[in-house]
């Protein structure tokens, strides 16, 4: 039998002031009070199941991310056999239990509350976007955030992205947006630029750059650290020139994706996840120490 392929990516989440348990507590509002969240069109998601892992080198809570199809049952129905709008007495046979949602699809999660990170499966049918807009709601919801600040919640994206935008030939835009990361994470670079927002009662910082007409950009290191740091607390746009011609490039277009095998009559899908999730964790405090 062919080896079953899973892919996983990764949310960062943070909160300020932030402990472990904090996030902890986050989540398990989450799934006590059934908190939706808007995951893209009319699927929304909501965290059915949360709990801590048997894993023993690492800590980590796993659970299941359910989406479904919701919808205004007050809006036009359609009668397709016909080709035009249901009656009001077609409509009103229509009996829709509240707490019974079609079109379920389940998906694996993991979150570190060291490290604050959010592993979930992507073979579900939502894909990165949805679910960082899905739990951005969530845990942004009153019942859930509490007294809380805004809990901000961004994609963890691929490095080698930005090792393109540094390679372009004639660099002519770069806007870096960062928001106040987590200042134990990642050492000296989160912890300079998360003193300075705090200084200035700054959420976000957005560094924009555009060439001297007729020439390129040539990014110091400060700017490269930016950036860099803006893989996992933000994103960064950039246009110019490549050996292809005019280019513009978004990291938040591509997320880093963890990719793992594993063989379904020896393993079971939820194990081969949590492999998955360590193995995707592990690259992201390589990747970025780099």
Known sequence: MRPKRMQVAVLNITTHPHTPAQYIELFLRAKQERVVGLAHGDRHAIVSSFSKSTSNDIEL???HLN?????DPKAPWLNV?????AAPNEVASVQLPEDLKPSMKQAFFAFAPQSHRFVFELDSGLGAH???????????NKKVRGELPE??????????TLERIFEMQTLKHLRIMVTRPNPDDFGDEDEEIERRLERQRARKLTLTLDSEKGQGLTPDDE???LARLAMSNGRVFAEGVGPKGPQKISTENHPLIGTTLYNAVTTLKDVAFVQAAKEVLTSVFTKVRK
Do not use: H, P, Y
Not at 67 to 71: K, M, N, R, T
Not at 130 to 140: D, E, F, G, P, Y
Not at 151 to 156: A, D, L
């Open 67 to 71: 989406s479904f199809v919701d919808f």
């Open 61 to 63: 809570w796993t659970g």
């Open 151 to 160: 809990v901000t919640v961004t994609i963890e994206q691929e490095r080698e």
């Open 223 to 225: 700017t490269r650290k």
């Open 130 to 140: 949805s679910v960082c807009r899905a739990m951005r709601l969530i845990l942004n």
């Open 81 to 85: 056999e016909r080709g035009e709008a």
